[in-house]
């Protein structure tokens, strides 16, 4: 597989991702073909409106990781402003909601890991190793080292904060931008050993499971700005609960449809623990766990 090509690949397999996740239900209070969970602003139609919106990036970020010729830092930098035209993009189509603004910073970052580990030759070919994608995941830690202290420095001084400077402020909560300074701890150390032990006959199954399985383990952004610490909690309780059940697959469907009605009642949707997902859903594919859209596996 040449470079380009293998650049155009990597890059479609993050839109399969991003389309994957927002396809599957039932999602407890998030938004499916079925349900838009606890949004009154968004349904599937624009998730699919921003995905569209964000594709023609993800190839500039893998392309400017691979290009790239200084420092770590001034390439985050170039991400970092690749992913302000994105996401400027995506609030333009989407009328001003924020369907992806979190998964678009992850797949900038990692995608423009992705380009620069290639530049280096560490990757020529796939499926990825575990090692690669190691490799990758900690090249992203070192991309964003700085980030929350640059990002949040002065926040009390600030009279307009974001959700995710509110909630670093009030709970020490640093959100994706912990994750990716991390190296994704939530993708290393649950998400991607328990798809690495999955059985992909039914992989629908698989990614349901993993994200009651994310839900019940990871500090979800989204859930602490809707509900606060209480309901983060409850919701961590509930779904360990639904995760060491360990129901057969028609009971779990059943189950996750009531707990999306009580999810949605009480105005809580998980986003982070979904944007988390679709990273794993695009490691799965490039790892060759997963068969990629055209139906055969890399």
């Not at 239900?25 to 998730?47: C, E, R, W, Y």
Request: glycine share 8%; net charge negative; aromatic share 8%.
């Amino acid at each position: 597989m040449t470079e380009h090509k293998l650049i155009g690949t990597i890059a479609e397999t993050a839109t399969y991702a991003l389309r994957y996740e927002v396809a599957l239900s039932p999602k407890p209070g998030l938004v499916d073909p079925i349900s838009n969970g606890a949004h009154n602003d968004m349904d599937f139609q624009t998730f699919q409106i921003s995905i569209e919106t964000l594709t023609p990036f993800f190839q500039k970020y893998i392309e400017a990781g691979f290009t790239h010729k200084g420092n770590t830092k001034s390439l985050f930098e170039k991400l970092r402003s690749i992913g302000y035209q994105a996401e400027q993009a995506m609030l333009v189509a989407t009328n001003d909601i924020n369907t992806h603004k979190g998964a678009n910073f992850s797949f900038a970052v990692i995608l423009g890991a992705i380009g620069w580990h290639m530049q280096q030759r560490f990757i020529q070919r796939l499926p990825l190793s575990v090692t690669q994608t190691e490799q990758i995941l900690n090249l992203t830690g070192e991309l964003t080292h700085d980030l929350i202290k640059e990002d949040f420095h002065g926040l009390t001084r600030k009279t307009q904060r974001t959700h995710g400077e509110e909630l670093f402020l009030v709970h020490g909560i640093s959100g994706v931008r912990g994750e990716a300074a991390q190296c994704y701890p939530s993708l290393t150390s649950i998400l991607l050993p328990y798809l690495r032990s999955a059985n992909y006959h039914a992989p629908d199954e698989v990614f349901l499971r993993a994200l009651v399985l994310l839900m019940s383990e990871i500090e979800d952004g989204n859930l602490l700005h809707r509900g606060g610490i209480q309901e983060w909690q409850k919701v961590q309780q509930e779904t360990k609960k639904i995760h060491q059940a360990n129901l057969p697959w028609r009971q779990l469907l059943d189950e996750l449809t009531i707990y999306d009605q009580r999810l949605t009642k009480r105005n809580l949707s998980p986003g982070g623990a979904a944007d988390l997902l679709s990273l794993g859903i695009f490691f799965a594919q490039l790892e060759g766990l997963l068969s990629l859209p055209e139906g055969k596996k890399i």
